[in-house]
């Protein structure tokens, strides 16, 4: 991945500069750089420049959201703003997402699971209209932000030294190491390696968590590290959890994957066999992993929530509805 990323940008669209590799592979691959946020593309041989172009228009939002959470910065795209893409844009320190929509009027809106504002507005609204309107409405949304307990969402954090993280249900207090001769001695040439190439380790240590990252380093940049780690950390237990759930459920799913997701604690597609599960389930007490395994294995039985899948889920862990209650308390949907 490396090493396509650090070649410099012969391509550009909609203001987007990119690598472009042509290679013989099945499908087109986009890597986003954690150190420098630069874009990098390797498409099919069979692909043409428009074909790319198409992929990246499809992905925008995302490729949008990755830079600014490496550079800390929104890149600028142009001609989207009559497009119904996403968009980061900020007033002041206020930050919010703004969509172009088929609607008659202006709506702010928090995002509940991750504390985000969203703004939706008509097709054809200008940036000066847009930025009026939230501008009257910042009041409201610090307000909602406050009350809402979002505070310490991830909007808000700063992933710097004192700042607690949970892993596996445990409160952690992050230490940051900006030094990479310090990083060397504490936690490894690795470590100090990273830091030197604008990136990061993480080590846990006793009740605190070493976070070896540039002296230079956004929130973002400190985020994307401690995450790195922490699916890493997922990705270590869950091939035994997956055994061990698969035995009780009966039922075996084809591949998993450790992502962020916003909405839900896993996901499945039963007819490929494919389940998601949520990065923030490593900040939670290891029972909730099961759970979310054991619930996400059931679907592969079961497509709905009804009877016959709460029939099943008693039978493979008869203490489900509290553990699911519980974790809908959780706020670490973010
Ligand atoms: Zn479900």
């Not at 669209?13 to 390797?42: A, N, P, Q, T």
Request: charged share 30%; proline share 4%; aromatic share 8%.
């Amino acid at each position: 991945m490396a090493d396509v990323s650090q070649n410099a940008p012969d391509h550009e669209y909609r203001g987007l500069r990119y690598r472009l590799e042509y290679r013989d592979v099945k499908r087109l691959r986009l890597y986003i750089s954690h150190l420098d946020g630069s874009v990098s593309v390797v498409a099919p041989s069979g692909f043409d420049d428009k074909k790319v172009e198409k992929a990246l228009e499809k992905d925008m939002g995302r490729i949008i959201k990755k830079i600014r959470d490496v550079t800390g910065k929104v890149p600028e795209i142009t001609g989207g703003l009559d497009r119904q893409s996403v968009q980061l844009r900020s007033l002041g320190d206020f930050e919010y997402e703004l969509y172009f929509k088929k609607t008659e009027r202006m709506t702010m809106r928090i995002k509940q699971s991750t504390g985000m504002v969203m703004v939706s507005v008509p097709k054809g609204t200008t940036i000066k209209e847009v930025e009026a309107f939230v501008a009257r409405h910042i009041k409201w949304a610090e307000k909602c932000l406050k009350e809402g307990g979002f505070a310490t969402s991830a909007a808000h954090r700063l992933y710097a030294t004192g700042e607690d993280y949970y892993v596996w249900g445990k409160k952690l207090t992050i230490q940051e190491i900006t030094d990479p001769d310090m990083a060397e001695s504490l936690m490894g040439k690795e470590a100090a390696d990273l830091i030197r190439r604008g990136s990061g380790a993480v080590r846990q240590e006793n009740g605190r968590l070493l976070l070896a990252c540039p002296a230079v380093s956004t929130p973002a940049l400190r985020r994307e590290i401690l995450e790195i780690w922490l699916s890493d950390a997922l990705e270590a237990v869950l091939p035994a959890v997956f055994k061990g759930c698969e035995t009780i459920v009966g039922k075996s799913c084809s591949e998993w994957k450790v992502r962020r997701m916003t909405s839900q604690w896993g996901s499945c597609r039963a007819d490929i066999g494919r389940i998601v599960i949520n990065l923030n389930l490593g900040h939670l007490p290891p029972e909730y992993l099961n759970y979310v395994v054991i619930h996400e294995l059931t679907h592969l039985w079961v497509a709905d929530h009804g009877p016959e899948f709460q029939r099943r889920m008693d039978t493979y862990l008869p203490g489900w509805r509290k553990i699911r209650h519980d974790l809908q308390q959780h706020g670490y949907m973010c």
